[in-house]
């Protein structure tokens, strides 16, 4: 079996907050590559149908991501694709277009290819009534084959404020095995500064009841950096969770960007931590996680040593998509509902953002394909040596450049050169090939990824991306 200590797996970091300060800029969270940016309008239904009849020769198991786009009320913080409304019945008319689109891509893909993961998203899934649920997932099984094996993942993220047992119960019957909750911060006056109230008890009821409900893993997000934040409030709130024992963490650094997410302008820039509090704020997260057991997974991800996550980044097997870290590495990633990525083949496809857009697409019995782009020789390999930098800190690259025909170090040159800065600064290691995060170095993950994107700069705007802390 394998063994663990927090030390090896990188959880005891120390902060220089001067050189992190230094390093810390904009950049993608590489839940993709090339990233979404960088999706374009000449890629349509024509190239995807070309994309999946491609794919059906690998006989690659599939994994299934809806979008509920939903909300009952704003979050301050968020900046996910949501529409708000207290309005339900709108779910009923959002479930029938979901299947309606998977009537149109589902007899694509050959019929033995079965799914192996599932993830609703959102937006708010648990604003789907009971009956609209069950209607959308066994509308799914009747159009997919779905996997009966015992790593199937089916997952959902909840909001606790809108579940009961009987909701959990509902879930469990219909295959979920997997749930994510949002907590944040249980201080409440960081809870009314970002328009989102919840009690401890009845949130922490909500997780318990998934486990006697059998659900084998709960995901619990966490944000640091908040508005009115502080290290004894966060710490309670730390406390509080980790008796609980969650299978995963999730603590996200508040990304503030008022400019591209409306909501985020009713929270003012002098309510917000300084980055010496923000970092301080993570510290703290990081050293309890650490004495509480969790394995560091990578980005802003924990997990317990025996969770399926810290299984497969122990044997090298884990991936990041667009649902997050993932054990399933070898499926093709189809995407339902507005502004939903797909991953086929080499080819990534999108959705149109607007619900409208998304709409008239479906109703038109088109597939709803907004953009994407079909990866070339340089993106894929590039792809490859950034998810294994964002999933396991380190990657081989004369090994990986040999798969692709390529000398590495001729290759990768001015990536190289961009690398010193984070060498000089005991961020990143380079030798014999390997390219390694430090110890100091595995909370700025997206830094080293960073060198080796080609796209960066070209295009998009640094305003768009959330910074490295």
């Given at each position: 079996m394998d063994t663990f200590s927090p030390a090896a797996a990188g959880l005891a970091w120390q902060f220089d907050p001067e050189l992190l300060r230094r390093h810390d800029r904009p950049g993608p969270r590489y839940t993709s590559y090339p990233t979404a940016p960088h999706f374009h309008d000449g890629f349509g239904e024509h190239q995807l149908r070309a994309a999946i009849a491609g794919s059906n020769v690998s006989a690659r198991a599939l994994s299934l991501y809806v979008?509920?786009?939903?909300?009952?009320?704003?979050?301050?913080?968020?900046?996910?694709?949501?529409?708000?409304?207290?309005?339900?019945?709108?779910?009923?008319?959002?479930?029938?277009?979901?299947?309606?689109?998977?009537?149109?891509?589902?007899?694509?893909?050959?019929?033995?290819?079965?799914?192996?993961?599932?993830?609703?998203?959102?937006?708010?899934?648990?604003?789907?009534?009971?009956?609209?649920?069950?209607?959308?997932?066994?509308?799914?099984?009747?159009?997919?084959?779905?996997?009966?094996?015992a790593s199937r993942d089916f997952s959902i993220e909840l909001d606790p404020r809108h579940v009961t047992r009987a909701d959990i119960a509902g879930l469990a019957a219909l295959g979920f095995n997997r749930a994510s909750l949002g907590i944040q911060d249980f201080d409440p006056t960081v809870q009314r500064a970002i328009n989102r109230e919840q009690g401890v008890e009845p949130t922490l009821e909500v997780l318990r009841a998934c486990r006697e409900y059998g659900l084998r893993s709960v995901n619990v997000d966490l944000i640091y950096g908040l508005p009115h934040q502080t290290l004894e409030g966060f710490a309670q709130t730390l406390e509080t969770v980790l008796r609980e024992r969650p299978d995963r963490l999730a603590i996200y650094g508040y990304a503030h960007l008022p400019n591209l997410f409306k909501a985020q302008r009713q929270i003012p820039d002098e309510a917000l931590p300084s980055p010496e509090q923000k970092l301080a704020l993570l510290g703290l997260a990081v050293r309890r996680l650490s004495l509480a057991g969790y394995q560091y997974i990578g980005m802003d991800h924990f997990a317990l040593p025996e969770e399926d996550l810290s299984r497969a980044q122990r044997a090298g097997q884990l991936h990041r998509n667009f649902m997050g870290y993932t054990t399933h590495a070898q499926t093709d990633l189809v995407g339902l509902g507005a502004s939903a990525?797909?991953?086929?083949?080499?080819?990534?496809?999108?959705?149109?953002?607007?619900?409208?857009?998304?709409?008239?697409?479906?109703?038109?019995?088109?597939?709803?394909?907004?953009?994407?782009?079909?990866?070339d020789a340089d993106d894929a390999l590039r792809a490859e040596l950034i998810g294994q930098l964002m999933c396991q800190g380190e990657v081989d690259g004369h090994a990986l450049a040999a798969r692709h025909g390529v000398d590495f170090e001729s290759y990768f040159s001015d990536a190289l050169i961009a690398l010193q800065a984070l060498q000089h600064d005991g961020l990143a290691e380079y030798a014999d090939g390997v390219v390694r995060a430090t110890e100091q170095g595995r909370p700025l993950l997206r830094l080293l990824a960073m060198c080796f994107d080609r796209y960066l700069g070209k295009v998009e705007s640094p305003a768009r991306y959330s910074r490295a802390i």
């Open positions: 979008h509920v786009p939903y909300c009952s009320s704003p979050c301050f913080y968020c900046g996910c694709n949501r529409v708000i409304t207290r309005d339900h019945s709108k779910g009923v008319a959002y479930v029938a277009r979901v299947l309606s689109e998977a009537d149109q891509i589902a007899p694509l893909f050959d019929p033995s290819r079965e799914v192996i993961q599932l993830h609703l998203g959102g937006g708010t899934p648990n604003f789907l009534a009971a009956e609209q649920m069950r209607e959308l997932i066994d509308g799914l099984r009747q159009r997919f084959s779905f996997s009966e094996a990525i797909s991953r086929i083949g080499d080819s990534y496809s999108q959705n149109p953002r607007d619900l409208p857009g998304w709409e008239s697409a479906v109703d038109a019995g088109r597939l709803p394909v907004w953009r994407g782009l079909t990866l």
